[in-house]
């Protein structure tokens, strides 16, 4: 799902294309991403954006009017930037905004259709979408704590949640605990004060490089690779991969469609941290630390080999 730094560049690059610019018309590809009945598309037609702007993980378009369109990536969905008036791209194509400039299109890949749209009249419908968590660029160390520290969660779900913050999954919550060196199971009820300001550095200085890094990308472009696995990353999506820091192997937790991805030795004092699904099979013989996982690996390498020559 586009978090902070991919949101972002989005709206950066939609704002410079349409913003000044009247909406010439609005073109559905499928009926049930629209999840509003009123104001109608056609009121919105002939009205100019005056701005294009983040809240949480959804994107904005501030029409005259009063008029706001609200959109929700979810998880598939994308912006693309083409002429105006071009085909909305098969079983893809949810949306197009068509402008004199050029066309927004919202796309979406898979079978499950989430992204959605919501067109409201007022600032307050707008806000009204709005799950409440904080911005991380709008507060200080203390509203930060206050706000982790309200209900005893970990520190991914906490992190993760969007009636705590705002902004932030799965993919930037691993990059922002490592840079921290914070364990995503210890608690917040556990959390002191000094480890929350360094958790909250970690968050502005993670969230900001890989928003200038995107920026870097897209230079004058339309943003085109928007992905929760990026080269640049510490430790999201490296399950297996040597730790850029120490070394150590990174570790996984799964759970159903997810995963949160983590290093032993710099985040969690070289404890390895229960994966749910394995250790109801594996129950107290699940390994306590790296060395015991290997021994393990290897042990079962070992009796695979033996089978096979069997």
């Given at each position: 799902?586009?978090?902070?730094?991919?949101?972002?560049?989005?709206?950066?690059?939609?704002?410079?294309?349409?913003?000044?610019?009247?909406?010439?018309?609005?073109?559905?590809?499928s009926?049930?991403?629209?999840?509003?009945?009123?104001?109608?598309?056609?009121a919105?037609?002939?009205?100019k954006?005056?701005?294009?702007?983040?809240?949480?993980?959804?994107?904005?378009?501030?029409?005259?009017?009063?008029?706001?369109?609200?959109?929700?990536?979810?998880?598939?969905?994308?912006?693309?930037?083409?002429?105006?008036g071009?085909?909305?791209?098969?079983?893809?194509?949810?949306?197009?905004f068509?402008?004199?400039?050029?066309?927004?299109?919202?796309?979406?890949?898979?079978?499950?259709?989430?992204?959605?749209?919501?067109?409201?009249?007022?600032?307050?419908?707008?806000?009204?979408?709005?799950?409440?968590?904080?911005?991380?660029?709008?507060?200080?160390?203390?509203?930060?704590?206050?706000?982790?520290?309200?209900?005893?969660?970990?520190?991914?779900?906490?992190?993760?949640?969007?009636?705590?913050l705002?902004?932030?999954?799965?993919?930037?919550?691993?990059?922002?605990?490592?840079?921290?060196?914070?364990?995503?199971?210890?608690?917040?009820?556990?959390?002191?004060?000094?480890?929350?300001?360094?958790?909250?550095?970690a968050?502005?200085?993670?969230?900001?490089?890989?928003?200038?890094?995107?920026?870097?990308?897209?230079?004058?472009?339309?943003?085109?690779?928007?992905?929760?696995?990026?080269?640049?990353?510490?430790?999201?999506?490296r399950?297996?991969?040597?730790?850029?820091?120490?070394?150590?192997?990174?570790?996984?937790?799964?759970?159903?469609?997810?995963?949160?991805?983590?290093?032993?030795?710099?985040?969690?004092?070289?404890?390895?941290?229960?994966?749910?699904?394995?250790?109801?099979?594996?129950?107290?013989?699940?390994?306590?630390?790296?060395?015991?996982?290997?021994?393990?690996?290897?042990?079962?390498?070992?009796?695979?080999?033996?089978?096979?020559?069997?």
């Amino acid at each position: 799902m586009p978090e902070i730094p991919d949101v972002d560049v989005y709206c950066e690059a939609i704002a410079t294309r349409v913003v000044g610019h009247p909406l010439a018309g609005v073109r559905l590809g499928s009926p049930f991403v629209l999840r509003t009945f009123a104001p109608p598309t056609s009121a919105f037609v002939g009205k100019k954006v005056l701005a294009v702007f983040r809240m949480g993980k959804r994107i904005v378009l501030s029409f005259e009017g009063d008029l706001f369109a609200v959109v929700h990536l979810m998880i598939a969905g994308r912006f693309r930037w083409g002429p105006s008036g071009m085909k909305l791209p098969g079983r893809l194509g949810l949306a197009a905004f068509d402008f004199a400039g050029g066309t927004l299109l919202l796309t979406e890949a898979g079978t499950k259709k989430r992204a959605s749209i919501h067109l409201v009249l007022g600032e307050a419908a707008m806000r009204a979408l709005h799950a409440g968590g904080i911005e991380l660029d709008a507060c200080d160390d203390a509203t930060f704590f206050a706000a982790l520290t309200r209900e005893n969660h970990t520190l991914k779900r906490a992190l993760t949640d969007p009636r705590i913050l705002s902004g932030i999954g799965n993919a930037y919550s691993d990059e922002i605990l490592w840079e921290a060196k914070l364990s995503p199971v210890k608690l917040t009820s556990r959390l002191s004060a000094e480890e929350s300001r360094e958790l909250f550095a970690a968050a502005r200085k993670t969230l900001t490089r890989f928003t200038e890094i995107l920026r870097a990308e897209v230079v004058k472009g339309f943003p085109a690779k928007v992905t929760a696995f990026r080269p640049e990353m510490a430790v999201h999506g490296r399950y297996g991969e040597p730790c850029r820091r120490c070394g150590a192997k990174v570790q996984r937790i799964a759970y159903a469609s997810n995963e949160t991805n983590y290093c032993v030795t710099c985040q969690t004092g070289g404890k390895l941290l229960a994966d749910r699904g394995l250790s109801r099979l594996l129950r107290e013989d699940w390994p306590k630390s790296l060395e015991e996982l290997e021994e393990m690996k290897s042990v079962r390498a070992t009796a695979a080999r033996t089978s096979r020559a069997r």
